[in-house]
């Protein structure tokens, strides 16, 4: 069966869509609620689930749901271990390094070395040159982040969830600190729990699943109020786009292009008139 073949057949709704959305609301239960138990509890109950249910041996057409719900698991469990909130000092960068890092490094690992079924992987080019569209759509990521970000962040003061970025050392942490976490969504979001989803679940289903534990994280990190309506079909879009190019390497450049405007708009909020040249509203 060819690749075509094999996503057709995986189905939108099965017996292991229970335990997958388990595993996935642990997020929102760390991330939104701030209740590690409730996360605790769901990951433990999506993987006894997912245990149960799993009666067939695992081969290389049949992967184990319970595997790689653990592998999302490990993720979450090891970002859930700190807190989010944007902050720019050395501990806070150093335990975001750690965490963050941890939580691609681990599930990778265990991934290769102890299920040796190498279900994660970082396709960087995706094995084509970039067509037109894809041209197109970053132009059209920095358009739509000019228009659309700095009205969201100020008009709903979710640029004092960020700390102020006053000084030239602030400002170019803060740029380091919103660039490589734009990175590692990728990495964890997508090619760690998207690609794991999609073995087992359809790209619409996967991309849901994906998008609830996305979100969350997004959530916590300071994207609140309304940010939902923004970072769910960010989201979305990052995975069905991932599926068009099979490249690590666009979606990165998508997310660091918004992710741009996002540094651009939070410096712009804490030091009103040093871009306002730029953007068309002000704190």
């Known amino acids: ?7 057709s057949a995986r189905p939108l709704v099965a017996w292991g869509t229970g335990p997958a959305l388990l595993v996935c609301l642990a997020a929102p239960a760390f ?26 041996a695992v081969t290389a057409s ?11 698991a490990a993720g979450l469990l090891i970002v859930s271990a700190i807190p989010l909130k944007a902050e720019l000092d050395n501990l806070a960068m150093l335990r975001f390094t750690l965490a963050l890092g941890g939580a691609v490094v681990v599930p990778y690992v265990i991934s290769r ?58 400002i170019a942490r803060l740029f380091v600190g919103v660039g490589a ?17 999609r073995r087992h679940f359809a790209d619409a289903a996967a991309n849901v699943l994906q998008a ?16 939902p309506a923004l970072t769910i079909p960010f989201a979305l879009l990052q995975a069905v786009i991932f599926l068009r190019t099979r490249s690590l390497g666009y979606v990165v450049t998508v997310h660091l292009l918004f992710d741009a ?10 030091n009103p008139g040093l871009l306002s040249a730029i953007f068309f509203i002000s704190p």
């Open 212 to 227: 609830i534990v996305f979100v969350s994280f997004l959530w916590e990190l300071g994207y609140q109020a309304w940010g």
């Open 62 to 72: 049949a992967p184990s749901l319970t595997r790689d719900l653990s592998l999302i």
């Open 261 to 270: 405007v996002v540094f651009a708009v939070l410096v712009h909020a804490h």
């Open 181 to 197: 976490v734009g990175i590692w969504d990728e990495l964890f979001f997508i090619c760690t729990c998207f690609v794991l989803l």
């Open 113 to 170: 070395w102890v299920y040796r079924d190498r279900a994660i992987g970082f396709p960087w080019r995706g094995g084509t040159r970039w067509k037109r569209w894809q041209w197109i759509w970053l132009g059209l990521v920095l358009l739509l982040g000019w228009l659309i970000l700095p009205f969201y962040f100020i008009t709903s003061d979710v640029y004092l969830n960020w700390p102020v970025v006053d000084s030239p050392d602030l």
């Open 1 to 7: 069966m060819n690749a075509r073949g094999a996503a």
């Open 31 to 56: 991330f939104v609620l701030l209740l590690p138990w409730l996360g605790w509890l769901l990951l433990a109950a999506g993987l006894a689930w997912a245990l149960l249910i799993e009666r067939r």
